[in-house]
C-alpha cells in the first residue's frame, strides 16, 4: 500500500458512510429520541460521533468567557441597521423597520450575481443555460447542492447538498454540458467523496454538471437538483 | 412574536410572503440565531472580521433557501447544515487556494520495517473495517473526534482546537500525536499476532 492509498484507507475509516446518521436522525439522539438502532451506530462511529457533538455545540452556543466579546460584536454587527435614507427624502413607511446588515448584504449579493451572471452571458453566448434545476435558482421541491458550484480554484473533493426528508437514498452524476454521463453513485447521506478518477474529469475550462436525486424507498424522485461547476484555467 | 417558535414563526411567514408581518417573522426567526452562527463562524474561522463575513454569508445563504425548509428537522438543525457545509466548502476552497499542507501523515502507519504489512493483504473491505476496529479500540473519546475531524473532513488543527474548546497548550495537535502513538501501537499488536499465528 502505497503512502496515499494508506492515507485514504485511514481517512476512509474515519469518514461518514452510506449507514451514517443525518441531521434529523442526530438530532434525534441530542434530544434523547434516538432509537436503538442509531443509539448502536453512534457507539461505533466516530464520524457521528464528531458530528453529533458539532451539532450540539452549535445547538446548545454557549461561548467561553474568551469568546463572549467576539461573538457579541459579531452579532451586533449582523443587527445593525442599514445606514438611514439620504436627508431630504422620506422613507416609505414600509421600510421603518430597521434592515439588518446581512439582509443588506442579500440585496448586494443578489445584484452582484445578476450583474456575473450578466457578464458571462455577453462573453460567452455559446454557453446554454440550464434553468431546468440550476442549484443557484432554488424552486419549491428542489434539491439544493451546496458544492460543488460555479468556479472552483481546484478539482472538488466531495459533492455535498442539503438532506431531502423522506430521502431514503441520493443518486448522484456528473454529466458532461453534452450530458455524456461521465461518473455516478449512490449515497445515502447528504454527502459523497469524489474518488481520484471522478476528480480527474475537472478539468480547467471544462463545465460539468452535477446532478443529484433523493429517492425514497421504493426509488421514485422525491426531489432533483443540479449546478454547474468549473475549475478555473 | 417572541413566544413563537422558530418553526411557527416560518409558518407565520409563509401565510402572507412579502408582506410586513412575514418580513417581521422571518426578522425574528433570524435575530434569534445571529448568536449561534456568530460563534460557529468565529470557531471556523478564529478571526472575529472573517467570521462576521461568513456569518453574513450563511445568513444570506439560509434567507434564500428557506423555501426549502420542510420541517422534518427544527430550524436550529436544518441552519446547522448550512453553516457547517458552507462553512467547511469555505474552509476547502481557502486550502485549495493557499495550498494546504499535504498531509501524507497517516503514511505513519507504514511498517517501520519496510516489509509489508499484514493488513495489504486483506481485501479493501476488510481493511477498512479492521482500521475502524483500531480507531475505536485504541483511542480516547477526544482523540477519536480530533482524528475524525482532522483526517476525515479535513478540518485544520487550529479550528478543531476551537470547535473542542481544548484548553491544553498545543491543542488538537497532542490528540493527534497521541492518537498516531495508539494506532501505531495497536498495528504493532495486530500485526504482531496475525504474523504469529500464520
Known amino acids: ?233 | 412574536m417572541q413566544q413563537l417558535s422558530d418553526e411557527e414563526l416560518i409558518a407565520r411567514s409563509r401565510l402572507a410572503p412579502g408582506s410586513a408581518a412575514s418580513a417581521e417573522a422571518l426578522n425574528e426567526l433570524f435575530q434569534r440565531h445571529f448568536r449561534r452562527v456568530s460563534l460557529w463562524c468565529l470557531r471556523f474561522t478564529g478571526n472575529p472580521e472573517r467570521a462576521a463575513d461568513l456569518a453574513q454569508e450563511v445568513l444570506t445563504s439560509a434567507w434564500r433557501h428557506l423555501d426549502s425548509f420542510q420541517g422534518a428537522s427544527k430550524f436550529t438543525t436544518w441552519l446547522y447544515t448550512i453553516s457547517r457545509n458552507h462553512c467547511y466548502n469555505s474552509l476547502k476552497s481557502r486550502a485549495a487556494e493557499s495550498a494546504m499542507e499535504g498531509d501524507d501523515a497517516l503514511a505513519f502507519l507504514a511498517d517501520p520495517r519496510g516489509a509489508e504489512p499484514a493488513e495489504d493483504r486483506l481485501d479493501r473491505a476488510n481493511q477498512i473495517r479492521l482500521a475502524h476496529e483500531w480507531i475505536q479500540e485504541a483511542l480516547d473519546e477526544t482523540e477519536r473526534r480530533v482524528f475524525t475531524l482532522h483526517y476525515a473532513e479535513e478540518m485544520p488543527l487550529e479550528v478543531i482546537t476551537r470547535m473542542l474548546g481544548l484548553t491544553n497548550a498545543s491543542g488538537a495537535k497532542a490528540y493527534i500525536v497521541s492518537a498516531r502513538r495508539k494506532l501505531q501501537e495497536a498495528a504493532r499488536r495486530w500485526r504482531a499476532r496475525n504474523e504469529s499465528a500464520r
Not at chain 1, 20 to 37: K, Q, W
Not at chain 1, 118 to 128: E, G, I, K, N
Not at chain 1, 204 to 214: D, H
Request: proline share 9%; aromatic share 6%.
Open chain 1, 1 to 233: 500500500m502505497n503512502p496515499q492509498d494508506r492515507s485514504e484507507f485511514w481517512s476512509s475509516a474515519a469518514r461518514a458512510g452510506a449507514e451514517c446518521l443525518n441531521p434529523e436522525e442526530l438530532e434525534a439522539l441530542l434530544e434523547g429520541r434516538g432509537d436503538a438502532r442509531q443509539q448502536d451506530h453512534l457507539k461505533d462511529c466516530p464520524a457521528c460521533a464528531a458530528e453529533l457533538g458539532l451539532l450540539s455545540s452549535f445547538v446548545t452556543c454557549e461561548p467561553r468567557p474568551d469568546e463572549v466579546a467576539a461573538v457579541d460584536a459579531i452579532a451586533a454587527k449582523l443587527r445593525s441597521p442599514a445606514p438611514a435614507p439620504a436627508p431630504g427624502r422620506t422613507a416609505r413607511a414600509r421600510w421603518n423597520f430597521s434592515v439588518p446588515a446581512w439582509a443588506v448584504g442579500l440585496a448586494a449579493l443578489v445584484l452582484v450575481a445578476g450583474l456575473a451572471w450578466q457578464v458571462r452571458l455577453w462573453r460567452d453566448p455559446a454557453l446554454r443555460v440550464d434553468e431546468s434545476g440550476d442549484s443557484s435558482i432554488v424552486r419549491s421541491g428542489g434539491l439544493r447542492i451546496l458544492a460543488p458550484s460555479g468556479e472552483l480554484k481546484a478539482p472538488p473533493e466531495e459533492i455535498n447538498w442539503e438532506p431531502a426528508p423522506g430521502a431514503h437514498r441520493y443518486r448522484v452524476r456528473i454529466l458532461e454540458v453534452d450530458d455524456t454521463l461521465v461518473w455516478s453513485a449512490e449515497a445515502e447521506t447528504w454527502r459523497v467523496a469524489l474518488p481520484p478518477d471522478a476528480r480527474a474529469y475537472f478539468v480547467p475550462s471544462k463545465t460539468l454538471r452535477i446532478e443529484v436525486e433523493a429517492l425514497d424507498a421504493g426509488g421514485r424522485i422525491l426531489r432533483a437538483g443540479s449546478s454547474r461547476a468549473v475549475v478555473k484555467p
